[in-house]
């Protein structure tokens, strides 16, 4: 509570308001909301259309081998139908993809989980790429062990559960 109102401008209005009213031979000014703007503006965030999709897929279709070419299509598709946030999508692990059900446990920010349902069209992608993937990788085995599958929903070819690399 107390580290939003810090951001909020007319919290800080707020104590010279009061002390202004309170007082009738107070000089208190009160200042204009263009003097302490907000400290942060969000963007809008850009919804890809059809258009600018279908090229992703395509050339995450060129990719080889086999195996990187449907993670990366389902990752895109992930990110696109299910309206995940990549470091969302990178997180899901095997269990937390409820097939039969059509919903994945999204696990966000600050511990924070929740349960998105999926498309019917996106359930059947995501159950063929983990075919593809089990036949590859059929059971995760420990995460202590190197070069060895993870528990990863997307797995690279290696086995190995995709990461974001940031320079």
């Not at 707020?14 to 000014?29: D, H, L, Q, V």
């Not at 060129?62 to 992930?78: C, E, K, M, W, Y």
Request: glycine content about 4%.
């Amino acid at each position: 509570m107390f580290a939003n109102t810090a951001r909020d401008p007319s919290t800080r209005r707020r104590p010279a308001k009061w002390s202004t009213s309170a007082s009738p031979t107070s000089c208190g000014e009160v200042p204009s909301t263009d003097l302490l703007p907000a400290s942060a503006i969000r963007m809008a965030p850009y919804i890809y259309t059809d258009a600018d999709i279908a090229p992703l897929m395509s050339a995450a279709g060129a990719l080889s081998p086999p195996l990187r070419a449907t993670t990366f299509q389902t990752l895109i598709g992930l990110l696109a139908v299910a309206g995940l946030r990549l470091g969302e999508a990178l997180s899901l692990d095997r269990q937390d993809a409820d097939l039969k059900a059509g919903t994945l446990s999204v696990h966000a920010k600050q511990q924070k989980q929740r349960e998105v349902p999926v498309h019917a069209s996106q359930t059947a992608a995501l159950s063929r790429y983990a075919r593809l993937r089990d036949r590859r990788w059929p059971q995760p085995k420990s995460a202590t062990e190197t070069r060895v599958p993870s528990g990863s929903f997307c797995s690279c070819p290696d086995g190995s559960a995709l990461v974001t690399v940031t320079r």
